[in-house]
C-alpha cells in the first residue's frame, strides 16, 4: 500500500520554528517531486514549496519564502519542511502530496499521491 505520512506538526507561538516530515511507505521517494501544501480554515487549499525528485529544483509561495525551506533525504525516504518566523497566518492543515513530474505537481497542482495532513497552529 503506497502512502505517505506527515509528522512534526503541533502549537507554536508566533516567530517559533517547526519542522515537518513526510515519510513514504510502499513505495521509494526516489522518483517523485514533492510539494507541501496547505489549507487554513474556510480557504482552499494552496502550494507552500514544491521540489524536484533530485533536489536540484525548488519553489516557494511568496507569503513562505525566506522562511521555509524544503529539502529531501532521499536515502531516508523522507521530505522536510523547516519553517522559521512562523506567524498566526501560517496556521493550516499541511498535506505532503507526490508527484512524478515536477511540472504537474508543482505547478499544475496534481498530485498523484496525498498525505492524511498534519495541524500547525500558531498563535500566542
Known amino acids: 500500500q503506497l502512502q505517505l505520512v506527515e509528522s512534526g506538526g503541533g502549537l507554536v507561538q508566533p516567530g517559533g520554528s517547526l519542522r515537518l516530515s513526510c515519510a513514504a511507505s510502499?513505495?521509494?521517494?526516489?522518483?517523485?517531486?514533492i510539494g507541501w501544501f496547505r489549507q487554513a480554515p474556510g480557504k482552499e487549499r494552496e502550494g507552500v514549496s514544491c521540489?524536484?525528485?533530485?533536489?536540484?529544483?525548488?519553489n516557494y509561495a511568496d507569503s513562505v519564502k525566506g522562511r521555509f525551506t524544503i529539502s529531501r533525504d532521499n536515502a531516508k525516504n523522507t521530505v522536510y519542511l523547516q519553517m522559521n518566523s512562523l506567524k498566526a497566518e501560517d496556521t493550516a492543515i499541511y498535506y505532503c502530496?507526490?508527484?512524478?513530474?515536477?511540472?504537474?505537481?508543482?505547478?499544475?497542482?496534481?498530485?498523484?499521491?496525498w498525505g492524511q495532513g498534519t495541524q500547525v497552529t500558531v498563535s500566542s
Open positions: 502530496a507526490a508527484g512524478p513530474i515536477f511540472y504537474r505537481l508543482c505547478v499544475m497542482k496534481q498530485p498523484d499521491y
Open positions: 510502499g513505495f521509494t521517494l526516489d522518483y517523485y517531486a
Open positions: 521540489i524536484s525528485h533530485t533536489g536540484g529544483s525548488t
